[in-house]
Every structure is written in structure tokens, then in C-alpha cells.
């Protein structure tokens, strides 16, 4: 037994090693970063600025308006990454379903598919959507013949949404159907014998059993969505200023340690996000404590 507890720690030094120099330091400097100033000495000034700092905006009708300037830039990218990890989930749960009931060559066929424009670079991704969505893309060009548009879609929040979920969609079908592909088929054909309906056969069974996975694609989408910042520079035009945007401005500027306190504030609430979801979903669909 001694030797097997030897050889198990030994196969999980690489991983713990890995996980101590690329994911425990960087994140010890970010929180070092975010509590001292240029001196390095100790201050929290970053994190009231993060949640006082006020600028005027103008609205479409002339009149300006006095706002707490990071906080609106975090809420506008909280709700276009709730949006774009909904849509995800929508389009993504039943995908997954159906590939884990079809047959195995067909499974691997939906899954090449799937991962093909992971392949590509993710800035080569986004200049395609520029092309589709511009006001002569290919968009624009099919609606032609059939007297539409021009549709005006770039520089909108519906084209950084479409950017999010192209993009991070394959995050959300991947951990659903991992988890659906093992799931015991008796336990479905169980629960229609008992008399339960398609309908309550996903509520009642299929959907409790797939949580983990649900919960993992959540996690893996709404992350990057919320911290992405090239999306919105090229498919918004410049004109959704998100979360992800102010850290990379910050450090451009070389504001190191305010960059670092918007990067430790945003890791923060999504951690806190995260648990909470984790206890919901344990104590409501698991029925634990």
C-alpha cells in the first residue's frame, strides 16, 4: 500500500509542479501587483478606484450622465457573458445529447467538426466574422438579391455576442457530451418504464446526471467571455469598452498594478460565482449539503 501512495504522489509531482509555476505564482504576483503602488508599498488606492472612479457618458439625445465608470464596463461585460453562455447552452446541450446517442462514427464525425475551427488561430476566427458581418460581407451580399439590408451588424452587441459563441461554443458542447457519452442508457429506459415521459425523462434524469458537465461549460465560457477584450475591439468596432479591454489598457500604459487589481476584483467575483453555482447545483439537483 505504502508503495502505491508513493507511486501515485510520484505521477502527480509533474502536475503539482506545473500547477505551482503557472498557475500559483503568476497568480501570487497579481495579488502582490494589486496591493502595492509603483513603490511597491502596500495600498489598497487600486481597488477604491476600481469601484469609485466616475466619468461622464452622452447619450443619444444630447444629455450626459454621471457613471461609475469600471463598474458599468464589468456589468456590460457580465450581461453580454451571460447572454453568449445561455446561447451556448441552448444550442449546445441538445447537440451534445445527440451526439452521445448516436452511433460511433458518427460521434467522431460531429466531434471533427466541432473541433475543426478550434484548428484555427483565434485572431484568423475573428477576422472571419469582420468578413461575414461587415457592411459588405457575406452577410450583406446574400441579402442583396432578396431586397434586405444593408444589415448593419458590426459595432453592435449582437456581433460581439456572435463572435463569444462561435468562438467558445466547442467549451460548452465538449464537458456536456463527455459526461452524457457515459451515462448508463438503462437508467433512461428505467425511468419510461415507470411510466415518465420524454419530457420528464430530461428533467428528472438525464439533465441532474449531466450537471457536472453543464456546470464545467458554464465555467469554461462565461470565464474567457467575461475577460475577452479582442472580440470586442474587432467585432464592436471599438465601441464596447468590456472588462478585458480596461485590464489590457491599463497595462499598455503601463499601470501595471491597477491592471493587476481589475485582473484580481474580476478573478475574485468569478470565483465567488462559481461556488456559488457549485452549491446550488449540490444542494438543489444532488440534494446534498
Known amino acids: 500500500m505504502k508503495r502505491k501512495l508513493n507511486t501515485y504522489h510520484a505521477a502527480l509531482a509533474p502536475y503539482s509542479i506545473w500547477a505551482v509555476l503557472f498557475i500559483l505564482v503568476p497568480l501570487a504576483f497579481i495579488g502582490y501587483y494589486a496591493l502595492t503602488d509603483n513603490s511597491f508599498s502596500f495600498t489598497t488606492e487600486h481597488f477604491v478606484r476600481f469601484f469609485t472612479a466616475t466619468s461622464s457618458i452622452t447619450a443619444e439625445d444630447g444629455t450626459t450622465q454621471e457613471v461609475r465608470t469600471y463598474l458599468l464596463i464589468f456589468l456590460r461585460s457580465v450581461k453580454l457573458a451571460v447572454i453568449s453562455t445561455f446561447i451556448c447552452l441552448l444550442l449546445g446541450y441538445p447537440m451534445a445529447y445527440i451526439m452521445a446517442r ?6 467522431k464525425t460531429m466531434m471533427t467538426l466541432i473541433m475543426i ?23 450583406n451580399n446574400l441579402l442583396k438579391p432578396l431586397g434586405m439590408g444593408p444589415v448593419h451588424i458590426i459595432g453592435t452587441e449582437t456581433a460581439v455576442i456572435i463572435g463569444m459563441v462561435y468562438d467558445y461554443f466547442p467549451y460548452m458542447v465538449l464537458p456536456i457530451y463527455s459526461i452524457m ?38 465555467t469554461m465560457v462565461l470565464i474567457p ?3 475577452t477584450f479582442y472580440i470586442s475591439q474587432k467585432l464592436g468596432n471599438g465601441k464596447f469598452f468590456l472588462i478585458g479591454d480596461a485590464i489590457e489598457g491599463q497595462y499598455v500604459a503601463n499601470n501595471l498594478h491597477f491592471a493587476a487589481a481589475i485582473a484580481f476584483i474580476l478573478m475574485v467575483i ?10 446550488v ?8 449539503d
Open 102 to 107: 448516436a452511433k460511433e462514427q458518427t460521434q
Open 117 to 139: 475551427p478550434m484548428w484555427m488561430n483565434f485572431l484568423i476566427r475573428t477576422y472571419a466574422w469582420m468578413t461575414i458581418l461587415q457592411d459588405t460581407g457575406i452577410l
Open 181 to 218: 457519452a457515459k451515462m448508463d442508457v438503462r437508467l433512461l429506459e428505467a425511468a419510461r418504464d415507470l411510466g415518465c415521459g420524454s419530457f420528464a425523462v430530461l428533467r428528472r434524469v438525464i439533465f441532474p446526471l449531466s450537471m457536472p458537465g453543464v456546470v464545467s461549460g458554464i
Open 225 to 227: 467571455s467575461i475577460s
Open 270 to 279: 468569478l470565483l465567488a460565482a462559481m461556488a456559488l453555482v457549485k452549491y
Open 281 to 288: 447545483t449540490t444542494r438543489y439537483v444532488y440534494g446534498g
